[in-house]
């Protein structure tokens, strides 16, 4: 754990205050306003008169997309950053974030929107997998190292979504109702720790809190993070969360996006001219984009990075060796009670599950980015010499049709007909937002068609289905066989970008005849910007499921071990709408316990972003949790079967046994209100609150080695734990410290007037105060030394933070499940 980790040096301040006031005296009002209006969908404009370049922003946070929304320019993907955090490495999300970094500069980009700070509150939430923890110290910390990295690399990270932007159920519109202590204690917490390390962007989020929304927030985006907590960078919308003029103007936001249409422009010069905003508050929103711009390079003479220590050795960073390094460390071993990992001695293998051949690598919305490729788990296991891979699909959870996965050619026509320019793409998919290809004249654009040759392997009843939002025809050989018009049923902008609709038709097509297909969409924009996202979807005439399933099953009882493979699908989790339940989609749950009774030898392999239930989990041999793994998944799990590598993750969440068990669930606001009335007690302190058992508890994970613990001793807030590597192969293990009332009361009630357990306020029966991760051969023993920070030891009360003084039990834990050693200290 690092105090000040985003790299700021002396290089990132090149001009100095006196310098930047000398720029912002030198602006008019209406270049001002501009600079703090986006200027297109990515950026802030340039203002060439003061050295000022276009400031662009790009989304992650495994990646950097770019401007463009299309895989002309891939990106790097790594691990979703649940992912990351289940490392419970710092130093390697720090490496995580020079990579983002680089890739940044590659692309032109100054700001990075990333990293997510919001909290697990719900295992529902839709973007849940875009998050790092339940735990807000835990959060803090990864999200702390993930900037520090980002920015030692010169560019901007931007902490997001400020704040209690838990869920996606009308995001727009949801009133979170929080108390005060509940905000500072655990949702307001990640931020402030990403403020005292130097963040040097944070985006206010569409919700509103307890009655305001955030980009009008005065009391918390310039009482909170401006004055008190110091925070000197900028505030940016999330996109099209401005509303009003002045309220925002006024309120702390400092940057609206995207534009030019949005409600600042011309009617925030209005409200200056008329007095209703003063002419200073703009200037302090310029003053923040230009200290930005300095720092990440965008104003003045730009800085080579040889010369800039703000910026890493000129060595490149291998993205695709980080990416397999980062997907195996975030590996969570669940359960393994038979032994049966790391694979030894395995001749055949039988890999089954739609995700083994078509890996979800990511997310849904807009943490998705295009990598040059996707590592399949079977394309990496079929690469391993002497095993014999027998593949089955077994059951198909997608509900969307795939792309076509021909050449096809996208053709630009105007209002007559008449194509104004043509492109082609790998596959029937189009996806061109805010930006059109240069050789398009925008005015005249009317409508995109896509057209390409589907010669069918098989006769039958073929699937072809558009996805996309807007009025669409399909045509097969010149004739049309679709006209709809698509509309999903949700006013969520950005749902109608990542989550369009589908229309389907069943056509008969015989072997080896090809037909000419074609889909052409009437052009539509988003806040004037054009909006052009839409695909053809194909699929064979569809198998039998009972085939699919017995299948499995033969393969299964073929092999000397079966690998299933299970996951969500891109409209279970997304950005722009909550999970509804935490079941795995489709039959893939009847598939693990079929292929688990044909084969004893069953591993399960999670490829999901948060948690789902398991009703099998004591009929398989093990289970091992994948996350959403980035682009290189599929070799890093082939190294994790084997012991190339040890599965290195422990949960950063807490996992259910059922969706009912957990303390906290609904993610849908009633009339319009969203009540935060569980307080602290979100993730494995409602557990502990409520007595309940989970199937695996926060901090929860093994490896391919075991670890005694043999000592604590605590010294003032100084921990010391030894730790020894009593196995037989080199491991690592995250040593986890916990902090508790050292109280004869429950912790479940308030205790006398002055100890710890109670302080006059309920707190949790445990909390996380610190961890480290180490390293060790066999027989080696490690000392791990730790600092408890001041705030384990505080609540927040109406008079501020409060240390609350008396006797703790520190408890040295592998998970809050595995507790090894405690000790007692006292403040």
Avoid at 649 to 660: D, K, M, N, Q
Wanted: hydrophobic share 45%.
């Amino acid at each position: 754990m690092i105090a000040n980790p985003t790299g700021r040096s002396a290089d990132c301040d090149r001009l100095s205050p006196m310098d930047l006031e000398r720029l912002i005296k030198g602006l008019d009002l209406a270049t001002k306003i501009s600079l703090v209006t986006g200027a297109d969908m990515w950026s802030l404009p340039a203002a060439p008169e003061i050295g000022l370049r276009r400031l662009v922003m790009s989304d992650g946070p495994i990646g950097v997309r770019g401007e463009q929304w299309d895989p002309g320019d891939p990106s790097i993907a790594l691990p979703s950053p649940t992912a990351l955090a289940a490392t419970w490495d710092t130093a390697l999300v720090r490496r995580a974030g020079l990579l983002l970094a680089q890739e940044a500069r590659r692309k032109g980009v100054h700001m990075l929107l990333a990293p997510t700070l919001n909290l697990h509150r719900s295992p529902l939430g839709g973007r849940h997998f875009e998050c790092f923890s339940e735990d807000p110290f835990l959060t803090g910390e990864i999200g702390a190292a993930y900037a520090g990295g980002v920015q030692a690399g010169g560019v901007a990270a931007t902490a997001k979504h400020f704040v209690a932007n838990d869920s996606e159920t009308d995001r727009f519109t949801a009133d979170i109702r929080a108390d005060e202590r509940t905000l500072r204690e655990l949702y307001l917490a990640p931020f402030e720790r990403l403020a005292a390390a130097g963040v040097w962007a944070v985006m206010a989020a569409y919700n509103s809190v307890n009655g305001t929304t955030m980009t009008e927030h005065s009391a918390l985006l310039n009482d909170v993070l401006k004055d008190e907590w110091g925070f000197d960078g900028l505030v940016v919308s999330d996109w099209t969360a401005t509303r009003d003029t002045e309220r925002s103007a006024l309120g702390g936001l400092d940057a609206a996006m995207p534009g030019p249409r949005n409600p600042w422009g011309d009617r925030l010069a209005e409200a200056v001219r008329d007095g209703r905003v003063p002419e200073e508050v703009v200037d302090d929103k310029v003053r923040r984009v230009l200290r930005l711009a300095q720092r990440a390079g965008a104003l003045g003479e730009p800085v080579p990075p040889a010369v800039s220590s703000a910026v890493p050795p000129a060595r490149p960073i291998d993205g695709r060796v980080l990416a397999r390094e980062a997907a195996a460390r975030s590996f969570v071993l669940l359960a393994d009670e038979r032994g049966l990992l790391p694979l030894a001695g395995v001749r055949s293998l039988a890999l089954v599950g739609s995700a083994a051949a078509d890996a979800k690598a990511m997310g849904g919305g807009s943490a998705q980015v295009f990598p040059a490729h996707v590592v399949s788990p079977l394309e990496a296991l079929s690469r391993r010499e002497g095993l014999d891979i027998r593949y089955a699909l077994g059951a198909d959870p997608r509900v969307r049709l795939a792309p076509l996965a021909v050449p096809t050619t996208a053709r630009f026509l105007d209002a007559g007909g008449d194509v104004l320019a043509e492109h082609p793409l790998p596959a029937a998919q189009a996806h061109w937002v805010a930006a059109l290809p240069p050789d398009v004249d925008a005015a005249a654009l009317a409508a995109v068609e896509l057209r390409a040759t589907l010669t069918p392997a098989v006769s039958g009843g073929h699937e072809l289905g558009v996805t996309g939002t807007g009025a669409f025809a399909l045509s097969v050989d010149g004739h049309t066989v679709l006209e709809k018009s698509i509309y999903p049923d949700t006013s969520d902008l950005a749902s109608l970008l990542l989550a369009p609709g589908e229309r389907r038709i069943v056509v008969e097509l015989t072997a080896g005849v090809p037909v000419e297909l074609a889909v052409r969409h009437t052009t539509g924009a988003f806040h004037g910007l054009p909006r052009i996202a839409f695909s053809l979807g194909h699929a064979d005439p569809p198998p039998d499921e009972e085939a699919l399933l017995a299948e499995a099953e033969r393969v299964a009882a073929s092999a000397d071990v079966a690998v299933v493979v299970v996951s969500t699908t891109m409209e279970v989790e997304s950005e722009g709408f909550d999970r509804q339940n935490l079941a795995l989609p489709g039959r893939q749950d009847e598939l693990v316990t079929r292929v688990a009774a044909a084969n004893p030898r069953t591993i399960v392999v999670l490829n999901t972003g948060s948690p789902v239930e398991m009703p099998w989990l004591d009929r398989v041999a093990a289970v091992l949790l994948t996350w959403f793994p980035g682009q290189e998944g599929g070799d890093a799990l082939a190294d994790v079967l084997f012991g190339d590598a040890e599965p290195g993750g422990r949960l950063p969440t807490t996992w259910p046994v059922t969706a009912a068990d957990c303390p906290v669930l609904d993610v849908t606001p009633a009339d319009g209100a969203l009540s935060y009335d569980e307080g602290v007690f979100i993730g494995y302190r409602g557990w502990e609150r409520l007595g309940r058992t989970p199937a695996f508890w926060f901090g929860h994970g093994l490896g391919y080695t075991t670890w005694s613990y043999d000592e604590i001793a605590a010294e003032g807030r100084t921990v010391t734990v030894a730790v020894t590597n009593t196995g037989a192969r080199p491991g690592r293990e995250v040593v986890q410290l916990y902090l508790s009332p050292d109280s004869p009361d429950s912790p479940d009630s308030p205790a006398s007037p002055g100890s710890p357990g109670s302080a006059g306020v309920e707190r949790p029966a445990r909390w996380l105060a610190a961890f480290d991760t180490v390293d060790a051969g066999p027989g080696q023993t490690v000392l791990v030394t730790l600092v408890l920070p001041e705030r384990a030891f505080q609540i927040w009360t109406d008079d501020g933070w409060r240390t609350v003084p008396g006797a703790y039990r520190v408890h040295a834990a592998r998970g809050l499940g595995d507790e090894r050693l405690t000790a007692s200290l006292t403040v």
